[in-house]
């Protein structure tokens, strides 16, 4: 009986023994995948952080050697009975960071791509008709004479005519005219049955003909996409001075409908002395525009035209080089306004604006000094001029307000709890033609200096007058005559400014007046 129980104990030893040995395989496999799996992340993060470009060197040193140490950590709490769980704990939870980490990368640098690299333009072609006109669609309109410009807008004007002549089986009749009014008085005499417009045109007729779109119906809408000529890429945006075309769209809704450019702001951005100078254009500036013949018209209307009309009129007014534009409207405004919770804008008068959200109608008020404003308010801060002694130079000066503020919130750190929201918006509401890794090559260095920047302010002068213009041949309208010596002022300004090559200027708090000047330039 003896020997069979010590053979039953020597047995069950060996089996405890045994059964240890699995245990111990089993958990240093374990380990080894959970090393595995922290090791992967890690190096998987730092790849995307490298990839995406943005991020300056000694972030992803820091980051490098946090991935680093806790590996370290990982490894030797695996050697310990003790230890061991702690030690896959931790690993779980620092591959959930440096997964979100990674997320956060990747959601970046795909919302800068998405508003980035934006070189084709849209353009909605209407053919409009009498309420009353017989015609339901274009099929309709084969006996039609077509009003159209003689001159403006051909290349459009001539892909929707291609389009009526695919669906009626012959060439279309035209009637050539030279302005909005002598085409608008033709359909509405019937001297015409029918005319074709680009939509962009709209708000500007019916400024004149205010019923124009109850008495009009749309037969049909063409849609043309134009690829905008590229300019030629810095070979580095951080150590070559460059001018930045900022346009904004008098419109809400879709970021790529072509409309009239209200706000037509130039900054000249220095990266080397960390100088912003923004220049500010009166939308009724009298210039020939770059599709014109010569012919002058308000600046603003260069928009209908596109945004590369705007930059090349704008490029022959100051004699500069614009290398990249950013292009927005109204509903762009309010969202990234709101999305950043606000921001701190400075007014130099007290003053009240009466444009709501949806046209005039609602009051918001705004003492001299700073004001906190959400959206709403900050497109009421940006929309007057009525209310101005000055008028539109003015609207002009707030419109550089508005963009100091912008700055100054979205480049500091309390944008960090709505960031996947501000980028969204930015994505959705945000044109530009500078390349992704320009910007991120930008988003880089100031990551890894947090250069405050000094920004100026110029405001091109002029005085009001009547005249008729390209786009109304045969009526006056209000324009502002270029002061040239304000001009030519500006314009060495912006040279000057792209040549400098050494920091010279005081930063600039957020809470300091802005520096400015009425005479056509800042000093």
């Not at 080894?32 to 190096?43: G, S």
């Not at 959400?374 to 000055?390: D, S, V």
């Amino acid at each position: 009986m003896i020997l069979v129980y010590n053979g039953y104990v020597c047995c069950q030893r060996k089996k405890t023994m045994e059964d240890r040995k699995v245990k111990t395989i089993v958990k240093r496999k374990l380990s080894l995948v959970f090393l595995i799996l922290q090791l992967l992340v890690t190096a998987g993060l730092i790849a995307v952080i490298v990839k995406v470009g943005f991020v300056p060197m000694k972030y992803i040193a820091l980051v490098i050697g946090i991935g680093a140490f806790f590996f370290v950590y990982t490894l030797f709490s695996q050697m310990t009975n003790k230890s061991y769980i702690v030690g896959r704990i931790l690993c779980v939870m620092m591959c959930g960071i440096y997964v979100f980490g990674g997320y956060y990368c990747v959601n970046t640098y795909s919302s800068i791509d998405t508003a980035a690299g934006k070189s084709v333009k849209v353009d909605n072609i209407s053919c409009i008709v009498l309420k009353d006109d017989k015609a339901q669609s274009i099929y309709d309109t084969k006996d039609y004479i077509f009003g159209i410009f003689s001159t403006a807008d051909r290349a459009n004007t001539d892909k929707a005519l291609d389009e009526v002549k695919a669906a009626i089986g012959t060439e279309p009749k035209t009637q050539g005219f030279e302005d909005n009014d002598t085409l608008v008085d033709a359909l509405y005499a019937k001297e015409v049955n029918a005319i074709i417009i680009n939509e962009a045109s709209r708000p500007l007729i019916e400024e004149y003909y205010k019923t124009f779109s109850k008495d009009t119906r749309v037969l049909n809408t063409h849609k043309v996409e134009t690829v905008i000529e590229e300019k030629e890429v810095l070979d580095d945006i951080t150590q070559t001075p460059f001018n930045v075309y900022l346009s904004g769209i008098d419109i809400y809704g879709d970021i790529n409908t072509t409309s009239r450019s209200d706000v037509n702001v130039i900054a000249t951005v220095n990266p080397i002395t960390k100088e912003i100078l923004l220049t500010s254009t009166p939308r009724d500036y009298y210039v020939p525009l770059t599709i014109s013949n010569g012919i002058p018209d308000k600046l603003t209307h260069a928009g209908i035209h596109g945004v590369d009309c705007s930059i090349g009129t704008l490029e022959k007014l100051y004699d500069i080089k614009i290398d990249y534009y950013v292009r927005v409207n109204f509903t762009s405004v309010r969202k990234i306004v709101n999305i950043l919770g606000g921001v701190k804008v400075y007014s130099d008068f007290d003053f009240m604006s009466d444009w709501g959200p949806n046209g005039a109608g609602t009051h918001y008020y705004y003492k001299k000094g700073y004001n906190k404003v959400n959206g709403k308010e900050a497109l009421a801060f940006c929309r007057e001029r009525h209310h101005f002694a000055n008028g539109d130079y003015q609207r002009g000066r707030d419109h550089q307000h508005m963009i100091e503020a912008v700055l100054n919130k979205a480049m500091s750190p309390k944008v960090l709890p709505n960031y996947a929201k501000l980028l969204k918006a930015v994505s959705e509401n945000f044109q530009t033609n500078m390349k992704t890794k320009e910007i991120a090559a930008l988003c880089k260095m100031q990551l890894n200096d947090m250069s405050q920047w000094k920004i100026k302010y110029a405001n091109a002068k002029g005085s009001e007058a009547k005249r008729t213009t390209y786009a109304y041949q045969s009526r006056k309208l209000y324009v502002c005559v270029p002061d040239y010596d304000s001009v030519a002022k500006i314009s060495k300004k912006i040279k000057k400014l792209l040549k400098a090559k050494e920091a010279t200027m005081s930063s600039k708090s957020v809470d300091q007046q802005p520096i400015s000047d009425t005479t056509g330039g800042t000093e």
